[in-house]
C-alpha cells in the first residue's frame, strides 16, 4: 500500500516538475502589494475582506460540517422538528450588516482617494488602438517638440507559434516602454481610436476602460523606480491578449535625460522625411517594421487572415497603384482594424513598409517609395 | 394525435408527431431538459477547445480569432442555451404536479416557446460555419466591438437573441399564469414549494428584463446596417449607454439563472435531512428582496468605466446589501441539515456541494462588489472563478441535483445510485480543480479572453484545463445514467424518498400523463 502512495506521489511530483515551466513565479497566489499608496490600500482591502469571508466561511461550513457528521440517519440521528426563530433570523440579518458597514468605510476611503487625480505633475495621453497604445507626453506650452511614440507587443511571432522557446518577458514585453519619474502624481488620460480597451498596471493599482469618444482620468506615484508590466484588460478583437504595457518608473534625472532625447528624435524623424533612401535599406527596415506592426494580422508570409485580414502576398493594392497603396496605408479602412498609420509610423517608416510589402511575399513591383512620397499624401490627407 | 380523437382517457400520440405537437406539459419539459443537455455538451465542448488551448502558453490549436468565436459561444450557448432552458424544463414538469394542476395554463403557448429554440440556436451555432466566423465579441458583446467592428454574422446573432427572447418571454408568462390560476384549493401562496416561488419571481424578472435585451440588440442593428450612433462616439452616441442597457438586462439575468436553484436545494435539503426546511417565510422575502436589489446594481460590472465617483459609492453599497438575503438563504439551509436526520443520496450530494461552492462564489462576489479591489480583479481570471463559481457548481449543481431528485418520479425508475455518486464525485473533483486555480490566475494578473498568456500562468493553467477535462468527461455519466435509468432499473414507489414532501410525491410513478384533472385532496397540502 505504502509503497504504491509513493510511487503515485513520485509521479505527481515528476509532472510537476517537467510542466513547471517557470518555478520561481510560477506559483503565485495573491495580488500584488504594488509600489503605490493606493495599490498597497487595494491589496490591504483585498486582505480584509478575504479574511471576513474566511472567517464567515469558517462557522457556517464548520456548522454544516459538524451537522454532517455527527447528525446522520446512520448514526441514529433522529431529526428535531424545528423550524423557524425569529431571534435567531434577526441575529443572522443584523450581523452580516454590521460587517458589511465595517468593509464599506475603508472602501470608501480608499475609493475617494484613488478618483482623487487633481494636482498632477506629468499628464500623459493613453490611447488604445488595435492593438498597440499610444503614449503622448502634454506639452507645457505648444512651442516644445512633443513627445509621442507607439508601444508594441516586441515577442517575436516565432516563439508565440512555438519555433523558438520563449523569453523570460514572454507576451509581456514591449518596443518602446511608457517612461515616468518616480515620486511624481502622472496623470493618465486614457481614451481610444476604435474599440473598448482597458489600460491596466497592478503595480499602481490602475485600471481604466479606454473609451473612444470619452477620457478618462487615473493617476499613480510610483515610489520605486523598476519595470512593471500589465496587460489591456478589456476584449478588444483578436490580438486582445497581445498588447501589453510595461510602464519604467526612472529617477527625476533619467526621466529628463530620456525625454530630451525624445524630443531630439521626433526632430529627427521629421527631418528624415526629406531624405532619400536606398532599396536595401528600406526592405531592411520594413520587415523590421513589418515584424512589429503588421503581423499580428497580415501574418508572417503575407498570408492574412481571410476574410478579417486580406492577404498582402498577391494583393491587388500592393501590386497596384503606388498611390493608392501610401493612401490606404496613411488613411486606413475605416470599420476595419486596418488603422491610419499615417498618425502612427514617421514618413521614413511608411515608406520602408510599403517598399517592403511591394517586393515581398511574391509581390514584385520593383518600387522603391521615397518618405517625399508619403509626405505628399500625408498632407492631403490633412 | 388522430388517435386522440376516439380514445377518451388518450395518452401521447405515436412517433415524432408526438414531440412537434405536443401540449403536454410533461413532454413539453422532457424537451427542454434534453434539448439543455444537448447545449450543455456542445457549450462544453467550446469549452474545450478554450481550455486545450490554454494548456501551455502560446497557440498550439487555434488561431485567436476562432479561440474569441470559442469564448463568445460558450458564454452564449451555455447561458441561453443549457442553464436558462433547463430550468424552465423543470419548471415545466414539476410546477403543475407541485400546485396540483392538470397542465400548464397555456398549453400552445407552451409548444411554440419551446420549439422557437432549436431554431434559434441553429442560427447562431450556423455562424461557425460561415466565411466571416461566429460572433466573436464576447457572450457580454460589449460596443463598437459587436457593432462597427463587428464580423457579418452579428445580424444572425441578433435575429437568434430576438427569437431567445420571445420564447423565454412566452415561458415566463405562462408560469406566471399557471402559478396564479391554476393552484389546487387550499394551496394558498404561502404554502407552495419554494421551487414555485423562486420560478414565479423569476419569471418576472425574465419579462422585466428580456424586452430590454431585445431592445439593446435592436439598437445594435440599427448602428449595424440603418446608420444609427447610438454606440458610436464618432455619431455622437455613447459605447458605455450599451453597457448600462446591457447590465440592466444582465445583472437580473443572473438572478434568473440561480433564483430557480435556491428553490431545488430548498426542497432537497429537507427531503435528506428529514426535518422542514428552516426559515421558510424568510426565504420567500429574502428571494423577493434579491430580486428587487437585482435591478439597482448592474453598473458593479463596469466599475472601470468611469463613472462618477457617486455612481461608484451607490453601485458598491447596493451590491454588498445582496450579501444580506443571500446570506440568509445560506445559514437556513445550514439550520435545516442542523440536527437533522441525515443520508447523502446523489441529489443531496449535488444539493450540499451547492451550498458550499455558490458560497464560495458568493464570497469572491462580496470581494469584487469593494470598488478599489475591484479595479484590480475586473476582467481577470478572478472574475471568471467566481461566476464560473455560481454558475456551475451553483446553478448548474442544482439542475443535477434536481435531476436525480425528480428522475424517478419521470421515469418509474431508481437511477443508478453508484454510477450517480462517481457522477458527483468527479464533477465535484473535476469542477474544483477547474476553477479553484483561476481564483490565483487572477490575482497574480492573468485577464480573461486571451488566448496565450506569460510565463508565471502557466502552471495553474494546466492544473485548471486537467480540471476542465475531468469534468467534461463526467457529464457523460449522467447521460448514462439518464439513459439507463429510462429505460429500466428497481421501480420506484410513488413516495420515492423517506423524507419528501408535497403533491408531486403523492402520484404514482411514473406520473400519469395527465395529472390531477380534478383537485387534489386539500388534506395532501401541507404547512411549509
Known amino acids: ?382 | 394525435m388522430s388517435a386522440a380523437h376516439d380514445d377518451h382517457h388518450h395518452g401521447p400520440a405515436k412517433g415524432l408527431s408526438r414531440w412537434f405537437y405536443t401540449t403536454n406539459h410533461k413532454d413539453i419539459g422532457s424537451l427542454y431538459l434534453w434539448f439543455s443537455f444537448a447545449m450543455f455538451l456542445l457549450g462544453g465542448t467550446f469549452a474545450m477547445v478554450i481550455r486545450a488551448e490554454l494548456f501551455q502558453p502560446g497557440l498550439q490549436l487555434v488561431e485567436p480569432s476562432f479561440f474569441n468565436q470559442m469564448t463568445t459561444m460558450h458564454g452564449l450557448i451555455m447561458v441561453f442555451g443549457a442553464v436558462m432552458p433547463a430550468f424552465v424544463g423543470l419548471a415545466n414538469w414539476l410546477i403543475p404536479m407541485m400546485i396540483g394542476a392538470p397542465d400548464m395554463a397555456l398549453p400552445r403557448l407552451n409548444n411554440w416557446s419551446f420549439w422557437l429554440l432549436p431554431f434559434a440556436f441553429l442560427m447562431l451555432t450556423s455562424t461557425l460555419f460561415m466565411d466571416a466566423g461566429a460572433p466573436n465579441f464576447g457572450w457580454t458583446f460589449y460596443a463598437p466591438l459587436s457593432t462597427t467592428y463587428a464580423p457579418e454574422t452579428v445580424t444572425f446573432f441578433i435575429f437568434a437573441v430576438h427569437i431567445m427572447g420571445a420564447s423565454s418571454i412566452m415561458g415566463s408568462i405562462n408560469i406566471i399564469a399557471t402559478i396564479l390560476n391554476m393552484r389546487a384549493p387550499g394551496m394558498t401562496l404561502m404554502k407552495m414549494p419554494l421551487f414555485v416561488w423562486t420560478w414565479l419571481i423569476t419569471a418576472y424578472l425574465l419579462i422585466a428584463v428580456m424586452p430590454v435585451l431585445a431592445g439593446v440588440v435592436t439598437m445594435m442593428l440599427f448602428d449595424v446596417h440603418f446608420g444609427t450612433s447610438f454606440f458610436s462616439a464618432a455619431g455622437g452616441g455613447d459605447p458605455i449607454l450599451f453597457q448600462h442597457v446591457f447590465w440592466f438586462f444582465g445583472h437580473p439575468e443572473v438572478y434568473i439563472m440561480i433564483l430557480p436553484g435556491f428553490g431545488i436545494v430548498s426542497a432537497i435539503i429537507p427531503t435528506f435531512a428529514r426535518k422542514r426546511l428552516f426559515g421558510y417565510d424568510s426565504m420567500v422575502y429574502a428571494t423577493a428582496s434579491i430580486a428587487f436589489l437585482s435591478f439597482i446594481v448592474w453598473a458593479h460590472h463596469m466599475f472601470t468605466v468611469g463613472m462618477p465617483i457617486a455612481g461608484e459609492l451607490f453601485f458598491m453599497y447596493a451590491t454588498m446589501l445582496i450579501a444580506v438575503p443571500t446570506g440568509v438563504k445560506v445559514f437556513n439551509w445550514v439550520a435545516t441539515m442542523f440536527r437533522g436526520s441525515m443520508t447523502f443520496e446523489t441529489p443531496m450530494l449535488f444539493a450540499i456541494a451547492f451550498v458550499v461552492l455558490f458560497t464560495m462564489g458568493g464570497f469572491t462576489g462580496l470581494m469584487l462588489a469593494i470598488t478599489p479591489a475591484d479595479f484590480q480583479y475586473h476582467d481577470t481570471y478572478f472574475v471568471v472563478a467566481h461566476f464560473h463559481y455560481v454558475l456551475v457548481p451553483g446553478s448548474i449543481f442544482s439542475i443535477m441535483a434536481a435531476a436525480y431528485y425528480w428522475l424517478p418520479k419521470w421515469t418509474g425508475h431508481m437511477y443508478d445510485e453508484r454510477l450517480g455518486k462517481l457522477h458527483f464525485w468527479m464533477s465535484f473533483i473535476g469542477v474544483n480543480v477547474l476553477f479553484f486555480p483561476q481564483h490565483f490566475l487572477g490575482l497574480a494578473g492573468m485577464p480573461r479572453r486571451v488566448p496565450d498568456y506569460a510565463l508565471q500562468f502557466a502552471d495553474f493553467n494546466w492544473i485548471s484545463s486537467i480540471g476542465g477535462f475531468l469534468f467534461g468527461a463526467s457529464q457523460l455519466i449522467l447521460l448514462v445514467v439518464v439513459i439507463k435509468c429510462i429505460k429500466g432499473g428497481k421501480k420506484a414507489t410513488a413516495q420515492v424518498w423517506e423524507g419528501a414532501q408535497g403533491l408531486e410525491w403523492t402520484l404514482e410513478s411514473p406520473a400519469p400523463y395527465h395529472t390531477f384533472t380534478t383537485p387534489p385532496d386539500p388534506k395532501l397540502i401541507h404547512d411549509q
Open chain 1, 1 to 382: 500500500m505504502l509503497s504504491k502512495a509513493k510511487l503515485w506521489l513520485g509521479l505527481v511530483v515528476a509532472a510537476l516538475m517537467t510542466l513547471s515551466t517557470n518555478l520561481q513565479a510560477a506559483w503565485e497566489l495573491n495580488m500584488t502589494q504594488g509600489v503605490t499608496q493606493i495599490s498597497r490600500d487595494t491589496y490591504d482591502l483585498h486582505m480584509q475582506i478575504l479574511w471576513w469571508c474566511v472567517a464567515i466561511g469558517v462557522v457556517v461550513f464548520g456548522a454544516m460540517l459538524w451537522s454532517i457528521i455527527n447528525h446522520r440517519k446512520s448514526k441514529g440521528a433522529v431529526a428535531a422538528t424545528f423550524h423557524e426563530s425569529t431571534k435567531i433570523e434577526i441575529m443572522w440579518t443584523v450581523i452580516p450588516f454590521i460587517i458589511l458597514i465595517l468593509m464599506a468605510i475603508p472602501a470608501t476611503r480608499v475609493l475617494t482617494e484613488a478618483y482623487d487625480s487633481t494636482e498632477s505633475d506629468l499628464d500623459i495621453q493613453v490611447t488604445g488602438y488595435q492593438w498597440r497604445w499610444e503614449y503622448r507626453y502634454m506639452r507645457g506650452d505648444a512651442s516644445e517638440e512633443e513627445v509621442l511614440f507607439y508601444s508594441n507587443l516586441s515577442t517575436p511571432s516565432d516563439q508565440i507559434d512555438n519555433s523558438l522557446p520563449k523569453g523570460e518577458h514572454y507576451l509581456l514585453e514591449v518596443d518602446k516602454p511608457m517612461v515616468i519619474p518616480v515620486n511624481k502624481k502622472v496623470r493618465f488620460l486614457i481614451t481610444s481610436n476604435d474599440v473598448l480597451h482597458a489600460w491596466w498596471v497592478p503595480a499602481f493599482a490602475v485600471k481604466k476602460d479606454a473609451v473612444p469618444g470619452f477620457i478618462n482620468e487615473a493617476w499613480a506615484i510610483a515610489e520605486e523606480p523598476g519595470i512593471y508590466r500589465g496587460q489591456c484588460a478589456e476584449l478588444c478583437g483578436i490580438q486582445h491578449g497581445f498588447m501589453p504595457i510595461v510602464v519604467h518608473a526612472v529617477p527625476q534625472e533619467e526621466y529628463d535625460a530620456w525625454y530630451a532625447e525624445q524630443q531630439q528624435a521626433a526632430v529627427a524623424a521629421r527631418e528624415g522625411a526629406n531624405s532619400v533612401v536606398t532599396m536595401s535599406a528600406a526592405l531592411q527596415q520594413g520587415e523590421e517594421i513589418y515584424s512589429r506592426t503588421c503581423i499580428a494580422c497580415h501574418q508572417t508570409g503575407g498570408t492574412g487572415l481571410p476574410p478579417a485580414f486580406p492577404a498582402l502576398a498577391g494583393s491587388a493594392v500592393a501590386n497596384g497603384d503606388v498611390e493608392a497603396n501610401i493612401s490606404l496605408l496613411v488613411n486606413g479602412v475605416p470599420g476595419t482594424a486596418m488603422a491610419a498609420f499615417g498618425r502612427q509610423l514617421s514618413p521614413v517608416e511608411l515608406s520602408a513598409i510599403i517598399t517592403y510589402i511591394r517586393n515581398s511575399f511574391g509581390n514584385n513591383t520593383g518600387d522603391l517609395v521615397q518618405p517625399a512620397d508619403v509626405t505628399t499624401i500625408l498632407q492631403e490627407a490633412q
